[in-house]
């Protein structure tokens, strides 16, 4: 099943630089990873400026879309969207997954 999740992530006051700078390694990290898995398929930034991102993400369910995203290093600083995405019979994508 694949799902829309949008991310808005929001660092508490007051945290120093180097812990944000490495969450933010930590963070590119994890997503190579559950990109190498076949979970992240694709994500976006919106042109406008700002801390939202935007992915396309394949798992069972949506629990277990959940856990992944709840063991990404910066899950505790993040704000998420979840929709579900059903294929539309005029997609012209081929269903390749």
Known sequence: MEFLVEFEVEVPKGTPEP???ERNRAESL???????????????RPTVGGTTAIG?????DEAELER??????????????????LPHPNDPAPLAR
């Open 19 to 21: 812990a944000i700078a």
């Open 30 to 44: 994890a997503a190579g990873r559950l990109a190498d898995e076949g979970h992240l398929l694709r994500l976006w």
């Open 56 to 60: 396309l993400y394949a798992a069972d």
């Open 68 to 85: 992944l995203l709840q063991a990404l290093p910066l899950a505790d600083w993040m704000h998420v969207t979840i929709t579900p995405l």
